[in-house]
């Protein structure tokens, strides 16, 4: 699994402070990345109250990224 904070729709919001990769992994602005088997480990911990739960949500596609996909497609 590959999560770019940029790319959640709770991205800046006071659901960052009590997330998953905000809490435990610290992005240092670049995606993360939860192989399976660390995926299973972190469902558990955070299944127990140990840790936090992953709040990743993707965004839902707006008009200006849809706009600027169609545009590289035309110039490639």
């Known amino acids: 699994?590959?999560?770019?904070c940029h790319e959640c729709s709770m991205y800046?919001?006071?659901h960052c402070d009590d997330?998953?990769?905000t809490v435990m992994l610290h992005p240092p602005g670049d995606v993360v990345e939860i192989d399976e088997?660390?995926?299973d480990s972190l469902r558990t911990l955070s299944g127990a109250g140990l840790i936090p739960t992953l709040k990743f949500r993707p965004r839902a596609p707006s008009a200006?990224?849809?706009s600027s996909s169609e545009?590289?497609?035309?110039a490639g």
């Open 37 to 39: 088997g660390l995926d």
């Open 12 to 14: 800046q919001t006071a």
């Open 64 to 66: 200006r990224d849809a």
């Open 19 to 21: 997330c998953l990769v």
């Open 1 to 4: 699994m590959k999560i770019d």
């Open 71 to 74: 545009g590289a497609a035309q």
